[in-house]
T-cell receptor, first 115, second 110 residues
């Protein structure tokens, strides 16, 4: 089955530790995205990548880092510099980015709790 | 900066009613508009995608319209069912990225 997988579903970390969230897609999509969702707020874009080895900051990139070494993988690292890391993190992909008008597809999400 | 507003924030209806969810956006320079459904603790499921050149899209009991010049979209759900209970999100596509509204939480009671 084609789709986007995120692991783990739930993640618990102590304050001050870095943590990496996994996102894998087998849809052969060029573009991938990371969003954060907090209660009462819409989804906010953290980082996006339109092609392998290239990525851009979104609206709330501070305290996060990404890499895009393979087309199918776009891991997100939440660093200790992120002041409020507890949130629901969603990964998405689309056939293309830029001026294209393709549909975005979402993974099941990872709920991160930092105490 | 693009802003997306969804009204109402929450809606409770009895089963069988037809209903309308509203979405407005401030910048009409969009490539498309997507409606999503989100169940509690889950990811987003794409319901309908309307390209900027289109006026509406239909899928089963769902119909979405787009008026780009006035910055508005509506999602019409016909003959609502308890299984339609979820949060509905509207998102507009600018260059490269989507901007989301905060969603409408829908509860359909039997």
């Amino acid at each position: 089955d084609g789709g986007i997988t995120q692991s783990p579903k739930y993640l618990f970390r102590k304050e001050g530790q870095n943590v990496t969230l996994s996102c894998e897609q087998n849809l052969n999509h060029d573009a991938m995205y990371w969003y954060r969702q907090d209660p009462g707020q819409g989804l906010r874009l953290i980082y996006y990548s339109q092609i392998v080895n290239d990525f851009q900051k979104g609206d709330i990139a501070e305290g996060y880092s990404v890499s895009r070494e393979k087309k199918e993988s776009f891991p997100l690292t939440v660093t200790s510099a992120q002041k409020n890391p507890t949130a629901f993190y969603l990964c998405a992909s689309s056939i293309g980015g830029g001026r294209s008008s393709y549909e975005q597809y979402f993974g099941p999400g990872t709920r991160l709790t930092v105490t | 900066k693009q802003e997306v507003t969804q009204i109402p924030a929450a809606l409770s209806v009895p089963e069988g009613e037809n209903l309308v969810l509203n979405c407005s956006f401030t910048d009409s320079a969009i490539y498309n508009l997507q409606w999503f459904r989100q169940d509690p603790g889950k990811g987003l499921t794409s319901l309908l995608l309307i390209q900027s050149s289109q006026r509406e899209q239909t899928s089963g009991r769902l119909n979405a319209s787009l008026d780009k010049s006035s910055g508005r979209s509506t999602l019409y759900i016909a003959a609502s069912q308890p299984g339609d209970s979820a949060t509905y999100l509207c998102a507009v596509r600018g260059y490269s990225t989507l901007t989301f509204g905060k969603g409408t939480m829908l509860l359909v009671s039997p």
